[in-house]
């Protein structure tokens, strides 16, 4: 149905400002996510003039800003779907992508979470050679096979498990299983909520369970999230912020929240930042297993 149908008769009685905050809000509804440029030719108005509509919106709890515009607001325990989430934060997610992707040397392994961010990762790893990624997840596969193209100097690990048909998260007592028998350079973690008091969170239980099994098995936990997670709390617990070896987001994260995980020890990398080179050493490496972590 498109928005000008699903428009109501009353809507005409209305000042022209509600009635174009309802459509938006209609539009916003139908797809789970709308632009600012589209909405503001759909409607005839300035960017500045819907990005003023959309804060409103937001203050009155009836959807979440975006960077490149708003999404539908939805309770701690429903995920948008992967067609939503791929096409919000673009540009932060690539910037975020490029900086985890420098984290990683030549012969390092990789454990790859699902996620738009964690596969954005892909494409520039694919400047690394001799490279082991484990994948939890059959869209990450698919996308390394994919971007690596049958070069031989990669090799390429899936859990198996129980697939999720939504997010095709392969996840179980098989695909545990897996990650216990090894031990990887780096785990790249998705989330969508991280919170200095409240630690990481996602939207399943099940999800929850493979970022920390994905955790206990790796020697450095780096964990990609745009800033706009950032103070979000989700419905199941990945582990707490002490727990989080490395932090890649972009520059628009609130000062408070970086100098929060800062000061638990986490290291804060900013996309487009070249990092402190003094933070970077062996000696700031948490354990291969990590204490604490269930």
Request: net charge negative.
């Amino acid at each position: 149905m498109s928005i000008e149908s699903s428009e109501k008769s009353g809507d005409t009685e209305l000042p022209p400002k509600v009635r174009r905050q309802e459509g938006l809000m209609r539009a916003v509804e139908q797809d789970g996510h709308a632009t600012v440029s589209f909405l503001s030719e759909r409607f005839g108005v300035s960017e500045m003039t819907i990005r003023r509509d959309l804060e409103q919106l937001e203050s009155q709890g009836r959807l979440a800003r975006i960077n490149s515009g708003a999404i539908r607001k939805q309770g701690r325990a429903v995920h948008p779907p992967f067609s939503t989430r791929v096409v919000t934060q673009v540009g932060p997610k690539s910037d975020i992508a490029e900086a985890a992707a420098n984290e990683v040397k030549d012969g390092d392994s990789v454990a790859l979470d699902v996620g738009t961010t964690v596969i954005a990762t892909i494409k520039p790893l694919t400047r690394k050679a001799d490279l082991t990624i484990v994948a939890t997840s059959v869209r990450v596969a698919a996308a390394v096979l994919d971007h690596f193209d049958g070069r031989n100097d990669v090799q390429l690990i899936t859990t198996g498990g129980v697939i999720s048909p939504r997010e095709t998260l392969m996840h179980g007592a098989l695909a545990l299983a897996a990650l216990d028998e090894m031990r990887v350079d780096h785990a790249f973690l998705g989330a969508s909520g991280i919170d200095v008091e409240e630690g990481l969170t996602d939207f399943s239980v099940e999800s929850a369970q493979m970022k920390r099994s994905l955790m206990r098995n790796a020697k450095r936990t780096t964990v990609l999230v745009d800033s706009t997670k950032f103070g979000e709390v989700n419905f199941a617990r990945i582990c707490d912020s002490s727990e989080i070896d490395v932090i890649v987001t972009d520059d628009n994260i609130g000062q408070a929240h970086r100098l929060g995980f800062e000061q638990l020890g986490t290291r804060v990398v900013v996309s487009g930042h070249q990092p402190n080179k003094s933070s970077i050493t062996d000696g700031n490496q948490k354990s291969l297993v990590h204490p604490g972590r269930d």
